[in-house]
């Protein structure tokens, strides 16, 4: 088994990843970057939005908008620390450094946004394609940088630990150690080991475990389901966020249509013209989106249609053309002209609020391990994320993580060894039981853990979860490794951490929403 050794193994190469790479890097360390596919095949060069650029006098309006979307559970050392240090982080990586072509006002001032939730514009965006120009810049500089090796295309199976990758005993390594991980190599397609000093998870979040999705393919939670493999500690992964406006039509690829364009006016209407949520919340079309998913949800349940709208009629078409250009074309693609038509929307499963449990520097509870981006919790978005946070907390997390690495990477107390060989079956797994699989752990997390949970649903999908896990993991000990069994065994698991961690807690709180079985 060909046996890589690095300083930084970074698994994830969307925002997160990439921002902690360039910093490693730039301290003189060796990183190795991995990534299911190319460098721009994460959520983030998906997002449309913007980040949160909030340089205003009154910072405690974004620590309290925060507070409240999170239904007053995040964690507020975690959001001090974002509205303090996020705006050093966005202009110093993304404005002095990469110039990222944000939109600008004819003056030059940097053009701000509103989202759901915001009670101020303090949202900076490249028409509705941030995330693209965000990503493509960094992913350049990631590319100019020599001392990062990318790794496209190698999945990381398991992590490393002292416990159970060394031959000996166990309880010789306490506390739990992490020293890297094994990856099915994207070029050869054999198991292979990298060995390092730290270990970064981030792969993002676990959208792709629901059968209706804003997120790309892949996205099922492989770092949860690593992280606890290893007996790292998970924290509030019962809050999925659903995002309330997800283009609906038959036989048309699902997308995400940004919050944004109700910041500028747009509003939800139900099949019969009705403006549904000034019944429901003050803030209507922008209360904050456990709330408008939920509405969605009723409105859809006691009417039987199969999607609402989101009404353009307040802007202007030239304005949508100009400042929408990506939702107007494919749109336009699916046979919706959204300068005269209403866009049909449905939820879908978005954002993780939850994940691997960390301090403010990245730290989990396993040595040498840390979790960043989605991957990773601090508690900052409590039962339910502010819109536009996710870009920022990437950045903020990434920066702290890896400086924090660096001042003590050098002190490492252990001897790196060398992992045992992987041992690999060659029977090949039958790809259709692996497809058929995976759509039943999507319908299973979509009609019993989606937006509406109750004890007997849960209970449910726990059954069929745990009978799935079963014949997954024989799979998995009798056949050759593949990105898709890889992505099977993690998504049973990651459903079944979301599905606990609902049952666990009966409080409807932020998206975490139940009801009484009768
Ligand atoms: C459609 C959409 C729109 C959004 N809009 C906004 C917005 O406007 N503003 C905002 O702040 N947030 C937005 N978000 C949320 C935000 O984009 C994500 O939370 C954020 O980009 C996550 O970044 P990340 O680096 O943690 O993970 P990702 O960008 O998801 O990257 C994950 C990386 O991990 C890799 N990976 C995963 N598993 C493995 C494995 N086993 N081995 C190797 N590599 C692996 C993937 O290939 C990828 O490179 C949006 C999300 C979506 C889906």
Redesign the pocket.
């Known amino acids: 088994m060909n046996i890589i050794h690095t300083d930084c193994l970074v698994?994830?190469?969307?925002?997160?990843?990439?921002a902690y790479a360039l910093h490693a890097a730039r301290a003189g360390l060796d990183v190795q970057l991995?990534?299911?596919?190319g460098p721009s095949?994460?959520?983030?060069?998906?997002?449309?939005?913007?980040?949160?650029f909030d340089t205003s006098a009154r910072p405690d309006s974004l620590a309290r908008d925060i507070m409240t979307a999170s239904d007053g559970m995040a964690n507020p050392a975690a959001i001090d620390q974002l509205v303090k240090e996020g705006p050093l982080a966005v202009r110093e990586l993304l404005l002095d450094e990469l110039d990222v072509a944000f939109d600008r006002e004819p003056d030059g001032e940097l053009e701000l946004t509103r989202e759901g939730g915001h009670s101020e514009r303090r949202i900076i965006h490249a028409k509705d394609l941030?995330?693209r120009a965000i990503l493509t810049s960094v992913a350049n500089c990631v590319d100019a940088t020599s001392n990062i090796t990318r790794q496209m295309g190698?999945?990381?199976i398991d992590l490393l630990t002292l416990s159970h990758n060394t031959g000996r005993p166990a309880d010789r390594f306490e506390p739990l150690t992490c020293f890297g991980a094994y990856?099915l190599d994207g070029k050869s397609g054999e198991p292979l080991a990298i060995v390092a000093r730290k270990t970064i998870l981030?792969?993002?979040?676990l959208?792709q475990i629901f059968q209706h999705t804003?997120?790309?393919q892949?996205?099922v939670g492989?770092?949860y389901a690593?992280a606890y493999r290893v007996g790292a500690r998970l924290i509030d992964l019962e809050y999925v966020q659903f995002h309330p406006t997800v283009f609906y039509g038959l036989n048309a690829p699902h997308?995400?249509i940004?919050e944004a364009l109700r910041g500028e006016g747009a509003v939800l209407k139900n099949g019969r013209g009705e403006n549904f949520m000034n019944d429901v919340h003050e803030l209507g079309s922008l209360a904050p989106r456990d709330i408008v998913s939920r509405a969605i949800h009723h409105e859809m349940v006691s009417s039987g249609d199969a999607c609402v709208y989101l009404d353009l009629a307040a802007l202007k078409p030239d304005y949508i053309r100009e400042r929408f250009p990506y939702i107007y074309q494919r749109c336009k693609e699916s046979g919706v002209d959204i300068t005269t038509d209403p866009i049909p929307v449905v939820p879908a499963a978005?954002?993780s609020c939850g994940g691997v449990h960390t301090d403010l520097n990245g730290r989990t509870n396993v040595r040498h391990l840390n979790a960043?981006?989605?991957?990773g919790c601090t508690g900052l978005h409590g039962a339910n994320r502010l819109?536009?946070?996710?870009?920022?907390e990437?950045l903020t997390g990434a920066k702290f993580t890896a400086q924090a690495d660096i001042a003590d990477i050098g002190a490492l107390e252990f001897r790196l060894p060398e992992p045992p060989a992987w041992e690999s079956p060659q029977r090949d797994a039958d790809p259709t039981l692996i497809q058929q699989d995976l759509s039943l752990v999507r319908q299973t997390m979509w009609n019993y853990a989606g937006i509406v949970r109750s004890d007997r649903r849960l209970t449910r999908a726990r059954r069929i979860l745990l009978e799935l896990r079963e014949e997954v993991q024989s799979f998995y000990s009798d056949c050759r490794l593949s990105r898709d069994l890889?992505e099977l065994r993690?998504a049973v698991q990651t459903a079944l951490l979301v599905v606990h961690a609902a049952k666990l807690n009966p409080d409807s709180k932020g998206c975490h929403f139940v009801v009484d079985d009768d």
């Open positions: 698994i994830g190469a969307g925002l997160a990843g990439s991995l990534s299911l596919g095949e994460a959520n983030s060069d998906w997002a449309q939005g913007g980040i949160i941030t995330g190698s999945v990381a990856v981030a792969t993002g979040g959208g804003t997120n790309r892949g996205t492989h770092g690593m997308f995400l940004t978005h954002y960043i981006g989605e991957t819109a536009s946070t996710s870009l920022l990437c890889i993690n």
